[in-house]
């Protein structure tokens, strides 16, 4: 009876590492697959946008969800997609980046088999642009520095100072005692689909706004609208602006 025991244990052990083993490797396969149809997913959408919108020298989109695709064929849905377009050039000013987050995402189950996303909908987009002081002050034709929550401007005799800085009715101010009104139009509904603010950092002013839809510079890549192959790019700048 012992014998027959230990026999049996010893079997069922043997079966349970075969089981361990396999469900192992399944695993292994799953997130493989699942962080390479993510990849395509990414990749497809950063190439339709980019070869799609002249705005953009570079543009990357990152979909931080782990798993993808079960997460996507059982409840249909991401948590949040992220496109970076870089060195965007629009409506007469240059921006160093645009960040596009977009949270809450309901998505069609079909389209990943596809290799791509199609959002159906969002609970939250968030959009910000970066202005650097060096394309403000060349657009503006003196002196500004952006420093942490200030903003200084060139006084006329090469020396500096303090500014409040306001965005309104499309366009960016600032403002100094004794000192003409400064403004730089900034990119329209295209890019801010929502009443933006602005905020200073080193170097940088950041305007952006949360919004309930995705902007227009990037919604027919990822609501299914375009499929990609288009013969012509979609210039989504305003030629006027840019001849101002």
Not at 50 to 78: M, Y
Not at 129 to 146: C, D, I, N, P, W
Not at 187 to 193: A, G, W
Request: charged content about 25%.
């Amino acid at each position: 009876m012992d014998r027959g025991g230990n026999r049996w244990k010893l079997e069922s052990a043997k079966a349970m590492k075969k089981l361990l083993v396999v469900l192992l490797v399944v695993v292994i396969v799953y997130v493989v697959v699942d962080l390479v149809v993510r990849s395509v997913v990414q990749d497809e959408v950063a190439d339709l946008i980019q070869e799609n919108v002249l705005d953009s020298e570079e543009v990357t989109v990152s979909i931080p969800s782990l798993p993808f695709v079960a997460r996507v064929l059982v409840l249909g849905s991401v948590p949040t997609i992220d496109v970076v377009m870089q060195d965007v050039s629009g409506q007469g000013v240059h921006l160093e980046r645009v960040d596009i987050d977009v949270e809450g995402l309901t998505v069609d189950r079909g389209a990943v088999f596809r290799g791509t996303i199609e959002v159906i909908d969002a609970d939250r987009v968030e959009i910000v642009g970066t202005m650097s002081e060096s394309a403000v002050s060349e657009l503006v034709g003196t002196t500004v520095v952006f420093d942490e929550g200030q903003v200084l401007v060139d006084d006329g005799t090469g020396g500096l100072v303090a500014a409040t800085i306001a965005v309104g009715e499309g366009t960016l101010f600032i403002e100094a005692p004794g000192i003409e009104s400064l403004s730089v139009e900034i990119p329209d509904q295209t890019y801010l689909p929502c009443e933006p603010e602005v905020v200073v950092l080193s170097g940088v002013a950041e305007v952006g706004c949360v919004a309930h839809e995705i902007p227009d510079v990037v919604r027919p890549y990822l609501s299914g609208e375009s499929t990609g192959g288009s013969d012509e790019p979609v210039d989504l700048i305003d030629p006027e602006s840019m001849e101002r």
